[in-house]
């Protein structure tokens, strides 16, 4: 039997991370870009605190799909929600560790202005707004199935 304080972890950790993704990038990156002059600055920070926030992503993810299997045991390990906070996982490591060392490598080698940083950088923002969507999605819709 699960137990009774897991639900409120798991919402929890799950407002915690799609929250923080959303305050991050549509809020304080944004702010960043905006308020610093310069552009390179600005980037750094933005790219400190994206990072951050993977690291959070992962570590809430993980205990997520944890939770997931203790409360729903493993029949039904694969139910959506866990699909989602999986595929969320999935994007999340994709973007840490292959898009953001790309785009710090071209950033290294003065290529911000370059088609290549330009793809990288669109390729990375997709993937991030796509796990903001996802996010959006498991915390709107909550729990249904009582625990």
């Known amino acids: 039997m699960a137990h009774p304080y897991l639900p409120a972890v798991e919402r929890t950790l799950l407002t915690f991370w799609v929250g923080g993704l959303w305050a991050v990038g549509f809020v304080v990156a944004p702010?960043?870009?905006a308020e610093l002059d310069d552009r390179a600055l600005a980037g750094t920070l933005a790219g400190a605190i994206f990072r951050v926030?993977?690291?959070a992503g992962l570590a809430c993810g993980g205990c997520l799909l944890a939770i997931h299997w203790l409360l729903r045991g493993e029949r039904r390990f694969l139910a959506w929600q866990t699909s989602v906070i999986a595929a969320m996982l999935v994007l999340t490591v994709f973007g840490e560790f292959v898009l953001a060392p790309r785009i710090a490598e071209l950033r290294a080698a003065g290529l911000t202005e370059s088609a290549r940083f330009?793809?990288?950088h669109g390729l990375a923002s997709g993937v991030f707004l796509v796990n903001?969507?996802?996010g959006l999605v498991l915390v709107s819709t909550g729990r249904r199935d009582g625990g």
Do not use: D, E, R
Request: with cysteine; proline share 0%.
């Open 31 to 33: 702010l960043l870009f």
């Open 53 to 55: 926030m993977s690291y």
């Open 118 to 120: 330009a793809q990288a």
């Open 132 to 134: 903001c969507v996802l």
